[in-house]
């Protein structure tokens, strides 16, 4: 069995000052809600044991500031930043999940990036699951919002659209009306 966590960045600022899309930083809410985030995960087990990050910023400051909030109850997991997943398609996602996880084979893998990619790839992975998550998911995964799936496959590479069974779809918005 293997788990996978998708988690969106979460809400920025319109621009950057640098005027490239990928030193946009995280507003107050952003903030904020990546805290949130990271709370309710270390009070979630079982925890990522490696987190595969976007180099863009928001990203970046999506797991520093989830990871502040859950560093002591949590196991600290392998951390690498991945510049292909800024921007990526569902496809290079998938290739990251199956590919990035060499030489270690974690049982756990959560991955940060952007929409469009990470809520296609979201909803291709998508085989049975949690229907109320699903519908939700359906609409948008938005800004911290985190979809759980579990995989029957014995390594990542066996990882495949269709095969993910939704164990939860969270989210700040949803956490708050509880």
Sequence with gaps: MRRLML???????????????????????????????????????????????????????????????????????????????????????LDSIRTATVPASPRRLMLIGHNPGMHEVALMLMGGGDPAGAKALAHNLPTAGLAIFDFDVKDWEDVAYRRGKLVLFVSPKLLRLG
Aim: avoid cysteine.
């Design 7 to 93: 988690l969106r960045h979460a809400k920025t600022e319109t621009d950057a000052s640098s005027g490239r899309d990928q030193d946009r930083r995280l507003d107050d809410r952003g903030r904020r809600d990546a805290a949130e985030m990271g709370d309710w995960i270390a009070a979630h087990p079982p925890f990522p044991e490696t987190v595969l990050v976007s180099h863009a910023v928001r990203a970046r400051q999506t797991w520093d500031i989830a990871w502040e909030a859950m560093m002591d109850r949590v196991a600290a997991p392998q951390v690498e930043i991945l510049p292909e997943l800024y921007g990526a398609d569902p496809a290079q996602i």
